[in-house]
Each structure stands twice: as C-alpha cells, then as structure tokens.
C-alpha cells in the first residue's frame, strides 16, 4: 500500500512537470516530423527554428540580446547561463510560454495579434521579452527544491512582473478587460494576466520597483540566521515584509482603486445607449461576430449560447418578431462572417488540422440552411473572408508562407485562388471593407514600422495609400454609404470609440463617439446609411447599437485624481528601450539542432520516510521532443524497493516511448468475491498516432501499438478469495493494438451530464508465449457510446454498447461476466478519472440491481439512460469537499454472457438478463474540481418489479446501491 500512496504522489508531480516538458506537443498534439531543426547561437541564447523561419530567428536574436542586460537589471539577477528559445510557424497559436529549465518556446507568424491586443508592437517583439523575463523571474525566485519550490507563487505575479517589465499598459491588455469586469462588479474573476498587470502596476506605483525586488528575492531558508541553503519561496510573508501589508489587505485597497477609477471613468462619458440606437440581440451569452444578411432578414452570429459552451457556433437568427435562431455550424472561428449577396451562403474563417495536422484557418463555405459545408481553401491561412460583388467571388487575408499577409481573391466555383497584394516584410492586415462601388477595399494595416492604420487598396490590387499614418490603432474600417469615406474604430484616446476620415489627402480624422466603455464599428447596415456595432460585453444581454453616419462628438476631458489614476501610466526603472533593428545580433554560429547537446533536468525531488527515499528526476532538451522520467523507491540501507523509467521521442510521426517499472505498477481487479491488488513488473515500448480528418477540431482519432513483456505479481487479495485459484508470477508478453475515436464538443457539463458526443474503442491484446513468458491467451473488446440532447429540453439520451471476449488460457483474475459488486468507475475529467492509469482497474460488469454471479468467456453489455438535471449543489462542505452537479437518470442495462464457466442447471451456456431502475449522481468536488462522480438509486429486473412487495422497505434495501459512477466510458 506504501508503494501505491508513493507511486501516486510521484505521478501528481509528474504530470504537473510534465505540462511544458512536451513543448509545442503538450498544445498540438503533433511531432511534426517533417520539418528540419536548426540552432542559432548568440552569447546568452540558443535560438532554435526550423527551415522556413531563419529570418524571423535571426531578428528573435537580436531582440533577445538587447532586452537582456534591462530585464537582468530590472529585477537584480545574475546571469545564470544560456535560455533555449525555440520558434515554430506550423500552428496559428497566439501564445507562447516559459519553463523554469530556461526554456522558451514561442509560436511565431501571427497576424491576428496587431492592433488590439499588440499595440503599435510586433508580435515577436511582445512575446519575446515577456517570455524571457519569466525566465529571469524564475531564476530570481529559485531554490533548492526548483519548481516545487516555487508552488506557492500566484499567477498574476508571476504574469503582472512580466507584464509590467516589457509592455505598456493598452486597450488589449488589459483596459478593456478591466471595463468588463468592473462593471459587471467581478474584478475578483479577471484572468492572471490581465489581473497580474494592474496589480505589480499598483504596486510599483505607491511602493516603488525595489519593493518589486525585495518580493521576488525573499527567501526560507534552512539556515535562517546566515540566509543559507534556500528551500522555499513564502509569497505571502515576502510581501508583507516588503510593503508591511497582507495581500489580502493589498487586494482590498487594489479593488477599491480599481472600482473608483472605471467608474469615475465612466460617469464622464456618454453612454453606449446614447449614441445611437440600441438593438439587443437575445439568446445569446457572448457575440464575436455579426453579420446582416443582404435583405436584413437574418443575422449571421458567431458566439455562445452559455457561458458554459466552450466552443463558438455559426447561427442564423430571423429578424422578425419570432427571432428565431438555428445553429448551422461548430467550431472555432475567426470572428466576423460574411454572407454571399444572394443570402444562400456565409463564409467564415476556421480553425481545423491542415498539413501534417497543423492548426491553421481555412474559409469554409457554409449554406444558409446548414445543410451542405464546404472548405473553399487548404492550407491557406486564410482570415477575414468577404464576399465580392457576386457569390462566386471571396476576398480574404491569407499569410500561406510567412510572417507576409496579403490579400487573395478566390473564385467559389473554380477555387482559384490569386493574391491581389504584393506586400513584403512583417506586415499584418485586419478586416478588409469593399467600397459601394466594389473597386476598393478599406484595410487596416500594420506595416513594418508597427503602426496599426486604415488604408485603401483597389481590388485588384494597386493604389494603395494610407487614409492615417500615426500611432493609434486604428481597425475595423467600415465604408460610408455613398463611398467618400470609412467609419473605423479607433484605440485613441485609450478607448475603443468610431472615428471617420474622408478618402481626400486634405480630410481629417472626426470623433464620432466618446464612450467609456467600447465601441467597435462591424458593417453598413443592409439598404442603410447607419453603422452596425458592437459594445463590450459588460451586461447580461449583448448589445448591439446602429449610429448614424454624420454623427460628431467633441471628446470629454477626464478630471480624476491621480491617486487613482496614476498607476496606469507606471513604467519601469530602467525600462526597455526601442529595439534597434538595424543591429543584428553576434551570431556565434548556426548549425543544425542536436538534442542531446541541449539536454537539461526539467525537476527533481526526493521524499524521505521512514522506510527510505523515493526520488523522481525528468529531464528533456530544448524542443522537449525528448523525455526521460524516472522514480526510484530505496530503503535507507540501500536496497531498491521499486522504480520505473521511460524514454519518450516525438522525432517522428509516432509518438515513440519505451518504458520499465518494478514493483511502481498496478492492478486492480474486483471479482465477485472481493478485490486482487497485482504488481505488473516489466517492460515495453509503445508507439502512438493522433489522426484528425481536418473536418472539425472536435473529432478524434487514436492508434496506439503497445508490445511488452511482465511478471504479474499478486500482492494482495481479499479473504474470501481461494489463493490457490491465483495465478502468480505470471511471465507474459504481449502485443496490444488499440484504436479510440472520439467526437465530442467541449462543454462545461461534459463531466456530468453531456448532451453531445460519440465515442469508439477497439481493442485487441495477444499475450502468446512465442512473444515472452509462458502464457497464451487473447483479449478483445469494442465499445462504443453516444450522448443526445432530446430536442431543446434539459433531458439526455445516453447510450453505451460493449462486447468483450477472451480466448485461450486466461487467469483467474481476469475472468470476465456479469456480477454482483460495484465497480470501480472512474470518469473521465475526474481527478481520478486522470490518475486511472495509475492501478490500471479492469472493468467490472455489473447490472445496476443484479443479485446473482455468472462468469464467461464473452460479455454483450448495454446501458441507455434518460439523464436530466436535478438540483446544483448542496449549500455545505467539509475541508472544502462539497457535493454538486446532481444529476438524475433512468436506466435501463441489459448484458449477455455466453461460454458460461458454470452451465446453468439446463445446460445452458448463455444468460442473458435486463434491469431497470432510477438513479442519483453527484460530483464529490474540491476546489470547484471534481474527485470523483457517485451514484445513489435502485434497480431490478422484471421479476422484481412486477412483485407487488417491490416497494417494501426490505426488498428494496436489497436492491440499492452506492457506488461510483461512470458517465462516459472514455
């Protein structure tokens, strides 16, 4: 039992390190064998790429060298040695992140990042630095326990510092989200990020930037008295040493701070409802993208429907008295769409697996009705789709190659595609508008300098000029109806308000609103002169405002007291100064990658108790695409009482591993006579294939391949159970083949009561003495689930079918059939669902009311379940355990078992029996996560309930249960 208290523990922390350890993997799910890694050295950095990107890797240097000496100085660390950077163009993710082992991995190319969330930066530029300071910052904050050490630091400090050091308080990060969350009072509830920048802004501001020191350089000690041997990292008492406040006090004063400012902010400016007229869209919880349909009878909306939905849908919505509204579509989409000008057609942008299973944005075509969809572009990186002047024609902003966008023209009939601009060199481009006369698009643009402007193209593709050329950002340009000029949202001024410019050299810009909030400037409504746009979702409904063209406004000074509003314009002492980037780097030289050159200690540990240590240590190079983790159990006198070790490659197609354990293996198996604990002793090597259609992000495939070699040691066992019916020290070897395929839109409810999803698994396992050991027997199984939602009701239809069978020589242990036990389900999204593999439990069949044992060589299993809703949680809790997520069913389970072990007293090989009943399920959560899931309710067969006594107290005591739950397979 120690073994598997330690085995768990060690696997928690394993898992925890092992986030980031995969690299771009542990996000894309893909090796990406086909590309060709190279490494650029410099004197702090090593910066690896793969072919394709050398020019963005070689301007990666040269920021990387020229931010590094500020952010060293800004938070008083020494060097510590070269950080690995890596880039990848292969997935369209805006992200990048950091490892505590000088890692840094950054995906580059995006076009989506300008204006809003960039500023008048560049995304390599943004990113970079942010990274790098988490680096230092972990360094600063080091100690002997590594990142074990460092548990306790909240998000937002680690995020606010970095923040705070490489970038400047804007609109995208993170005023606006500060808006919403403040006005809806939730500031409580706002992302670490955003959270984390106002609060070391705050922070600097009243105690200053050593204080920001003094916090990240604190340290527990061992030797208290010298300050040596450094274990532990206390944030909270770090903080109140510093600034001689709790963090908990801190928060309060921050909150107020924060409160008062917004919403003095905001009783000086107009309202949203004041500058045009409003236009609620219900039955919709968020909206990222709106469009009216030529003849203004249907609006095309990409959002949610709950803010438990976590994914976007493309719906229609009639705009007569009904306002009816159908999903047409699911994904992930790229905000606005676009209808055809005959109304049959939308086109929107999204995200799918292209090549090699990169995550990229292609145009799909979708039918009004949605009947029929269609991909109109492969592997184009294509964004920001808009129909011409006739349905067979579609404009969109693509960057196929590079960190390039142009405009493309493709042909809906032929698929032809033509790019219609030549730009060169880093440059973005959002949202293109076409002129009333269909000759022009309106852009907005983010050249080389960084500036974020509206400019117009002819559409076929010259005459390009810039309408504005400063600072702002300026996006989202929208045509006035006689073509003289565009309406665009405009970031100056620090909010999000419409502004309009005519096309003549000589115009100048007009401010059209001067809102607290936001307002963001979408389309010409249909057969109108008004502007259609959208506000920030800071109430319940979302809302929607039309303005008129000729509206003006002459801006509202703000008169707020510094004490309140000085924070947000803090900078850093030193700051970062403007990247040169007429200075390249020192390159020491390029050559191609080697990972074993680059190989670093992710973590270690070691726990001692009274019988010895246990340590873990998981090392892994720079691209994490090579993992070795290892656990050893050792008694104080030096014997070896357990351990496992694993080697994983992502170098090829197949995920690669090779694996050994002794005695840090289980099983579990629950038979009708109790339970057999086994230690599975061995080794093998494994190889896995993630396979996806491109169709959609939510439907997935698995191939896995195992072959191994073990001995079964059977270390406990219930008393009921005859040990010499056991097989023990069983050598077997064994080749296992499993393919798994899973359909299923993500959802909040999903762990509980899911109303979609479909599920597939195959499985076969050969154990033959011809491959090791002396065994010889077989393993099959398929089975499949389903998940549907009856109609628009809260009730659920579930569905589960089985069929397993085994041939051969089985053991004892493993024999299969329907029983009397509950078994031990643990569901997947459960934190015990996540640690299943830890005891590896065969599944036990059991009929929910079963009263009698019948063992076999072959199960047919069914369950169908009507699943509704029931109450949320229970108001109470106990160490912070609570009860929540009930959920009713009625059920009715159905299993078949053939080759009877035992014939039946006819000399029947085969019994089949049905029960039905009702039962309760909850989730027994902590933290607002759920450990497991466990039903309560009753259940019989026919015979049961056609008994007039069935509700007798005694009878129905006899059919009850309380077990744990399973509410999909898989």
Known sequence: MRSIIIRIFMSLMVSTALLGQSGFYGWNQRTHSELTWYTLETEHFNIHYHNGIEEIARKGALIAEQIYPTILQQIEVEPWGKTDITFTMEDEILNGFAMPSDQIFIWVSQNDVAGHFGGSEKWLRLVLPHEFQHVAQFNAQKTWLGIWGMIGIPGWWMEGMAEYNTEVWRVGRSDNSFKIHTYQNMVEKIEAHHMGYAKVLYLAWKYGDSTLVKIGHDRVYLDKKKKKWPIWYDFDEAFKK???????AFDEEWRRVINTYYFTLKGQKEGVDEVGEPMVVKGFK????????????????????SKNQYYTSLYVMTTDTNHTIKRIHYGTFNNQPAWSPN?????????????????????????????????????????????????????????????????????????????????????????????????????????????????VVNTDGSGYRKLINDYAEDLMPVWTADGTGVIFTSYRNSTPNLYQIGLAATDSIVQMTDVAEAVYSL???????????????DVDTVRMVSIAPDRQITPTPIQINERWSAWRTKRPTPELAAIDYTKPADIIGIHPYHAFRTFRTLTWFVIPDDLGLTGLYIGTDALGKHMVTSVANVKWNGDL???????????????????????????????????????????????????????????????????????????????????????????????????????QRPHKSMVWLPYTGTGLNAHAEIISSSIWGGADYQKFWIDGFTNQQLGHTPFALYGRLKWEKH????????RIGLLDVDPLYYSPGTLAGSLAGLISPAETYNLRGQQENYYGREVLYQVTELRFPFIPAIPA??????LNHFTGAIFSDVGVV?????PLVNGDTEKALQTFGAEFKANVSLGGNALVIVSYGFGGDADFWSNKDYNSNSNLKDHTYFRLALVNPF
Do not use: M
């Not at 789709?385 to 390039?404: I, K, M, N, R």
């Not at 041939?807 to 493993?814: I, L, W």
């Open 286 to 305: 968020n909206i990222f993208g709106l469009s009216y349909a030529p003849d203004s009878s249907a609006l095309a909306v990409v959002g949610r429907q």
């Open 641 to 743: 009482l357990g351990g496992a070790a694993s080697y994983s490659n992502l170098n090829f197609w197949p995920v690669l591993g090779i694996f050994a354990q002794n005695n840090l293996g289980y099983t579990q198996h629950v038979i009708a006579k109790g339970s057999i604990y086994e230690a599975v002793n061995g080794g093998g090597i494994a190889a896995g294939v993630p396979l996806n259609s491109g169709k959609s992000l939510f439907s997935n495939h698995f191939l896995s391949v195992l072959l191994q070699a073990h001995t079964r040691q059977v270390l406990s066992f219930s008393n009921d159970i005859p040990e010499d019916s056991l097989v023990n020290g069983l050598k077997e070897g064994s080749f296992v083949l499993d393919y798994r395929w899973k359909s």
């Open 877 to 882: 809790e106990v160490l912070g355990i609570t």
């Open 343 to 455: 109304g049959k057609q939308i086109v929107v942008s999204e995200l799918h697996r292209g090549a090699h299973g990169s995550l990229l944005n292609d145009l799909r075509i979708v039918d009004r009705d949605g009947k029929h969809k269609r991909w109109l572009t492969k592997n184009l990186r294509a964004l920001h789709p808009l129909f011409g002047p006739d349905s067979e024609t579609v404009y969109c902003v693509a960057h196929p190659t590079g960190q390039t966008s142009n405009i493309y023209r493709i042909n809906t009939r032929t698929n032809k595609i033509e790019r219609v601009t030549n730009f060169s060199g880093d440059v973005q481009i959002l949202r293109p508008s076409l002129s009333p006369n269909h000759k022009q698009l309106a852009i907005s643009i983010q050249d080389t300098t960084g500036f974020t402007d509206i400019a």
């Open 898 to 902: 053939r080759g009877l072990l035992v």
């Open 807 to 814: 041939t051969g020589s089985v053991p004892y242990q493993d």
């Open 523 to 537: 389309e010409r409504i249909p057969k109108s002169d008004r502007i259609l746009a959208t506000t920030l979702g």
């Open 242 to 248: 510093a600034t001689g406040k709790s963090v908990k």
